[in-house]
């Protein structure tokens, strides 16, 4: 491990972990691919067991002195540390389309939403709560205090976006972090990391780059409190399961294979352009991305043949290049994964509404595929493909596709659409799912509770509620005469 020095911010050419507030070199580096062309990224650290015991310990001195800083002192640096993201805002988009795939468009809304869940997290307040006895002889305190050391694990979706909610709750309530990128888009997250050291004492905000070891060395790691972790059921399970041997708090923000039910009252010309915009956002690389789409068998065929033309519309490509609305799957290994889901297309005789074929150009390109009521127990229909591929299905009965919504292992969102807003709300409240719409879908705030039913989740991130997530709590009883 070498240190560097802090560089001019503004050069994203180079990329560093950031240890104890400095920034350092590997003696083994890595480089992601642009998905776009296949073409590789810059260099970037493969940090070792001892850049983690480093990064542990730096992040326990630091919360000796961060965790008593005043709270008031602790929004400050973050309300700052959010301007400077807007600052450098054109640079981390540019890179983050470079690194993820997204068109520019989406990535500029990213580096917002960062900007918007560090602004916002950060304004709450969790003040400590007093009750009086009877009597008056008596005051009960509840306190929140904080935790520790924790360390969030960021998927390679939203790079940005998901870090950022995870280093304001933390901060805020006075835990020093520890970021880990995923080994596919590690270049926004080490940034953030070299721009936080401007605002925050060593070792309050660290970076570390790495390949699949990394992980689990920081979920193993004796000295981390917490572990926030994004990204697949799968991995969620064996990160609970490590972090178990140590007792850590875990937070799990987990797969989905998320529902929407439309009713038959709907404006078809409004709603079905909207549910396929929904569908393939960011090339169905969504946690919350509508992944499964009911529609009344009394509008089916027109409906699906208004998704089917806006669908045509959605323009696939280079997301540097202007009107792409899907970029690249990310990286080649989901690639390979989401083209099972078209291979099954033919060997189960699946009818194909639209898309259906793989994009020949250079990159990891996939044509928007809507396909046409596929069997209920198939593939597409009960797995999650994490890429623009999705099923459209037929209901009737209103109790039966409240069941077959809820028949899946996972739990994260769900939407129903109807002009009827007291049996859209009625259906609605029967969704097994951690976030629920109705007429609309992927509408976050960060001033809510955000986590997953079943599989898809343990416990809640941002709102006020996720802040205590980073928290023990301690009642207080104090008793006024000995």
Request: charged letters at 20%.
């Amino acid at each position: 491990m070498g240190s560097v020095g802090l560089p001019q911010f503004s050069v994203f050419g180079e990329y560093y972990n950031t240890i104890d507030g400095k920034l350092s070199s590997t003696q083994q580096t890595r480089h992601g691919i642009n998905p776009a062309t296949g073409k590789p990224n810059p260099e970037v650290p493969v940090s070792t067991p001892q850049d983690v015991d480093a990064a542990v310990d730096a992040a326990k001195r630091a919360f000796k002195t961060w965790s008593k800083v005043p709270w008031a002192e602790r929004q400050e640096a973050l309300n700052k540390f959010a301007d400077a993201i807007e600052k450098h805002g054109d640079d981390f988009a540019k890179m983050l389309t470079q690194e993820q795939g997204k068109p520019l468009m989406f990535a500029k809304a990213e580096v917002a939403a960062g900007v918007q869940w560090t602004k916002t997290l950060s304004s709450f307040n969790l003040e400590e709560e007093v009750t009086t006895s009877d009597d008056g002889t008596k005051e009960i305190h509840v306190r929140y205090t904080p935790l520790g050391v924790s360390v969030g694990i960021v998927p390679w979706n939203y790079p940005i976006h998901l870090a950022c909610g995870k280093i304001a709750p933390s901060l805020v309530t006075g835990n020093p972090i520890i970021i880990k990128p995923s080994p596919f888009t590690p270049y926004c997250d080490l940034k953030l990391g070299e721009l936080a050291q401007q605002f925050f004492p060593p070792g309050v905000v660290q970076v570390l780059s790495g390949d699949d070891n990394l992980g689990p060395w920081l979920t193993a790691h004796p000295g981390p409190d917490k572990i926030s972790f994004t990204g697949s059921s799968f991995t969620g399970k064996k990160v609970m399961e490590s972090a178990s041997k140590t007792l850590k708090r875990v937070t799990l923000e987990l797969g989905g294979k998320d529902p929407t039910i439309v009713c038959p009252d709907v404006n078809i010309a409004e709603v079905a352009p909207k549910i396929a915009t929904l569908a393939f956002m960011n090339s169905g690389q969504i946690c919350l991305a509508i992944k499964r789409i009911y529609v009344h068998e009394d509008i089916y065929d027109p409906f699906l043949k208004a998704m089917v033309e806006h669908t045509k519309t959605l323009k696939v490509g280079d997301g540097s290049e202007e009107g792409t609305f899907l970029g690249p799957v990310q990286n080649s290994m989901q690639f390979e994964k989401v083209k099972t889901f078209y291979a099954q297309i033919e060997k189960d005789g699946q009818k194909v509404a639209v898309g259906g074929v793989n994009e020949e150009k250079p990159g990891y390109f996939l044509t928007p595929t809507l396909v046409d009521r596929p069997a209920e127990d198939s593939k597409l229909a009960t797995e999650e493909p994490f890429g623009p591929i999705v099923p459209v299905m037929t209901w009737k009965d209103e109790a039966e596709v409240i069941e077959r919504a809820n028949n899946t292992k996972m739990g994260l969102g769900a939407s129903v659409w109807a002009t009827d807003l007291q049996r859209a709300n009625n259906i609605a409240r029967q969704l097994d799912a951690g976030s629920v719409w109705v007429n609309a879908h992927l509408e976050l705030d960060p001033r809510f509770p955000f986590g997953g039913h079943k599989e898809s989740g343990m416990g809640f991130e941002w709102s006020l509620a996720g802040l205590k997530a980073y928290c023990n709590v301690q009642t207080l009883y104090l008793k006024k005469t000995a």
